[in-house]
């Protein structure tokens, strides 16, 4: 008696694990899918990608389920988003195209403790107040300001969100600050 019992109560605890996991795996392939809405301007002037010193892609690291805030973790509590260190990216190519001579080269600058000369791509001009922060917290996702970057094979500047117009844009539609001195403090450096 007791017997049974315990066996419907592991068989229905082994089911509801089961629904668990699916449900899990439901939604962490709807959030992967979830459309991305940008909601500043396209950058409309040219904006070839500058050249970087590893052909890094985001499509391809992005598609393995990687999530942004692997490889850019500092916005939460600081200005700067910054850029992995080389070690993050050895954890797969100690063993993961190790013999390609790109990642070689990557394995180099993680053995030297150099951080990787990457080219920058979105800059806001000197001077002007600006932090990832703020805007983390506010719960602007990433794609608002940056775009479709799972889809870029070759980061550029897709977006016009370092200009003044689609700061106080957003600033207008989102009702934060559109008060001069939200992002300036003159006289400018
Ligand atoms: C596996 C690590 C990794 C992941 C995951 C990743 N990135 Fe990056 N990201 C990089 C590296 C390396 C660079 C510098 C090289 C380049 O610009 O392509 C970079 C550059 C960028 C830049 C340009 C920075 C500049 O110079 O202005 C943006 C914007 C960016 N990433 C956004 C994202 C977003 C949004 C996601 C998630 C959808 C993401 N990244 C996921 C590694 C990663
Ligand atoms: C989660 C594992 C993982 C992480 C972390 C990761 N990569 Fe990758 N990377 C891959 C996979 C998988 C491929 C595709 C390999 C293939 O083409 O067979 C790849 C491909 C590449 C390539 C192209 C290799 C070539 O020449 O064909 C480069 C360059 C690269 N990664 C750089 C980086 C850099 C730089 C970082 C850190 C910012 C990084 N990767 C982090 C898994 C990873
Ligand atoms: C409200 C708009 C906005 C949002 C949201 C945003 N960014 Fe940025 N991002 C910018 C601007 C503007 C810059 C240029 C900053 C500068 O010049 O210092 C930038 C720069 C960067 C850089 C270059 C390095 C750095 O730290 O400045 C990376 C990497 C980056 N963003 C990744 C991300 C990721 C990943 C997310 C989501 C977690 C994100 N950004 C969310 C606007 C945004
Ligand atoms: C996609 C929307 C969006 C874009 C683009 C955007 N912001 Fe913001 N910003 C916000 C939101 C939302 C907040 C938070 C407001 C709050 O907490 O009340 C914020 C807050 C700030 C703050 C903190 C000051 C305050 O009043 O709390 C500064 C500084 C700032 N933004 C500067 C900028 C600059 C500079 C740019 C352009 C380079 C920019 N923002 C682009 C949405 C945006
Ligand atoms: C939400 C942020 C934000 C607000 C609010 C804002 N600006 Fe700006 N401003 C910027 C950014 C970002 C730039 C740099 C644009 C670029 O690099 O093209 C800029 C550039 C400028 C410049 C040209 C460069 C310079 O600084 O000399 C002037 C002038 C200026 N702003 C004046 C103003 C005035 C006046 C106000 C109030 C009416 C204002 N801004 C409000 C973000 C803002």
């Known amino acids: 008696m007791t017997s049974t019992i315990n066996h419907r109560a592991l068989r229905s605890a082994a089911v509801m694990a089961a629904c668990a996991v699916a449900l899990w795996m439901t939604f962490a392939v709807r959030a992967q899918q979830e459309p ?17 010193p590893l ?4 499509r391809t690291h992005v598609a393995l389920g990687l999530a942004c805030e692997t490889c850019h ?16 990216c050895m954890t797969c190519h100690s063993a993961i195209a190790a013999d390609r001579p790109s990642i070689q080269l990557l394995a180099t600058f993680a053995a030297s403790a150099e951080t990787i000369p ?13 932090s990832h922060q703020p805007h983390l917290t506010a719960g602007v996702s990433c794609g608002a300001c ?16 370092t200009a003044m117009a689609s700061c106080i844009g957003c600033h207008e ?4 600050n ?5 992002c300036h403090a003159w006289p400018m450096p």
């Open 55 to 58: 052909p890094y892609s985001h």
């Open 118 to 130: 990457w080219a920058r791509v979105y800059e806001v001009l000197p001077g002007v107040t600006w």
């Open 146 to 161: 940056h775009g479709q970057v799972a889809q870029l094979d070759n980061m550029a500047m897709t977006t016009s969100v």
């Open 173 to 176: 539609s989102r009702a934060a």
């Open 178 to 182: 559109t008060a001069c001195a939200t």
């Open 36 to 52: 991305i809405t940008q909601e500043v301007p396209d950058n409309y002037a040219a904006h070839p990608a500058p050249e970087q």
């Open 73 to 88: 973790a500092g916005g939460q509590t600081t200005a700067q988003m910054g850029f992995p260190d080389p070690g993050t």
